[in-house]
């Protein structure tokens, strides 16, 4: 938990940003915006980085799935992060490579921008990929970011590479390509203790029960966890990083009308570690018409 004892931090002021929320999106967000020399308040009704942003799947990559949306820019300005973590923070941040295993039945996703130009432009494919455009997505992948610190992707064979000793002998290939992962909790709590350093009010085991709008400002109500005592709190402006509670903060605690359906995802990848000692995950892009995970193992492992 980040020290604020020698913060200033004071409900009587006027903050320009007011954040619910203590994880990775909330914590950065503050730390970005003191640095910038917003006055910020962060209020996290746990302890920072207790929920989801301690139980990621660690992983810190530039958005590869957001290619088959056309968000070029998007996944540029994530690959470019991805090396300014690698850089700023290897202590906590470290290479890991991904093994994308590949048959010629495979069916991919349908609904993405790119699947639905595939479908139109070659229908006899079905919903099929090529390799070659698979390892032309991996390119771009690969050179978008400015890439210098992680190897580059690579074609490996599934019969000889211990890669693929776990899987089915349907993958005769794969494509293996890097991003990174991060010890989570450890950048959230240090992207707190930075935010705090530069200004911001950090108060973690506080609640938030109730924030609403007066006339150009948040009218903003906290409870102490530990004292149950009460706070009030004045923002130009309220930020919701809530993660899986967004929607109960905006239907709760700022009793806004539900406009918006917000959906939590989760996501399975298979870890395992090689004989040199180098962490790999086997990554499946293609569409296993949603199956329960023990039916999932059976279509791909031996």
């Known amino acids: ?5 020698n913060n200033d931090g004071s409900e009587n002021k006027l903050y320009d940003l007011f954040i619910i929320g203590g994880g990775v999106n909330g914590c950065g967000i503050a730390r970005d915006a003191s640095g910038r020399g917003l006055s910020v308040a962060l209020a996290e009704m746990n302890d920072i980085a207790s929920a989801t942003s301690s139980s990621s799947t660690k992983l810190f990559h530039g958005g590869l799935r957001y290619l088959e949306y056309f968000e070029f820019r998007l996944v540029r300005e994530a690959l470019i992060e991805r090396e300014i973590l690698l850089r700023a923070m290897p202590h906590i941040s470290w290479p890991m490579r991904f093994v ?10 349908t609904k993405t921008p790119l699947s639905r130009f595939l479908a139109t432009a070659f229908p006899w494919m079905k919903g099929r990929r090529p390799a070659w455009l698979i390892r032309f997505g991996l390119f771009l992948y690969d050179h978008m970011g400015g890439r210098k610190i992680l190897p580059a992707t690579r074609v490996i064979n599934l019969t000889k590479d211990e890669a693929g000793r776990p899987l089915k002998n349907i993958f005769l290939r794969a494509f293996e390509y890097s991003d990174c992962w991060v010890e989570d909790s450890r950048l959230v709590v240090l992207n707190a203790r930075d935010a705090n ?3 911001a009010w950090i108060m973690p085991r506080t609640k938030v029960v109730s924030a609403e709008r007066r006339d150009a400002n948040w009218h ?23 993660g899986p509670w967004v929607e109960d903060i905006i239907k709760n605690m700022c009793a806004r009308p539900q406009g918006t359906e917000y959906d939590l995802c989760v996501a399975v990848i298979l870890l ?15 569409k296993m018409g949603g199956l329960f995970l023990p039916s999932l193992m059976k279509m791909i492992l031996h």
């Open 220 to 242: 903003i109500v906290t409870r102490n966890m530990a004292t149950g005592e009460n706070a009030v709190f004045s923002a130009k402006c309220l930020i919701n990083a809530g």
């Open 197 to 199: 350093q530069k200004g």
């Open 100 to 109: 994308l295993p590949y048959s010629r039945s495979m069916q991919f996703e």
């Open 1 to 5: 938990m980040p020290d604020t004892s």
């Open 272 to 286: 395992y570690a090689n004989s040199i000692n180098m962490l790999k995950a086997i990554f499946f892009r293609a």
